[in-house]
């Protein structure tokens, strides 16, 4: 991602946080560590979720490409992403490779 385009994303996360403070406040989930996510914090992150998922473009599989699946878990959550690579960029540092995005 740019930085603009990740400046904007951030620019946009912050306003939805922000607008989202008018809801319930005795509506409260009480987390680990004394940590307290109140619902405004979870409609920020449903609307950050859409977000995130309509600004991405799947890939269609290509033959010649080579899969690459990323994970990424904790104690509460997991996450998965699987990308496609040319077959010729394996050699390059991953960071240098064109990874076309095919599933979350």
Request: glycine share 2%; hydrophobic share 45%.
């Amino acid at each position: 991602m740019d930085s603009m385009l990740f400046q904007r994303v951030l620019i946009w996360i912050n306003h939805l946080v922000v607008n989202s403070k008018g809801l319930e406040a005795n509506s409260r989930i009480s987390l680990v560590h004394g940590v307290t996510w109140m619902a405004n914090h979870d409609t920020a992150f449903s609307r950050i979720k859409e977000f995130v998922a309509s600004a991405v473009t799947l890939a269609h599989p290509k033959q010649d490409y080579e899969f690459c699946l990323f994970t990424d878990a904790s104690d509460f959550h997991w996450g998965i992403i699987l990308t496609q690579v040319p077959k010729k960029q394996l050699k390059v540092s991953m960071h240098d490779q064109e990874h076309e995005p095919l599933a979350f």
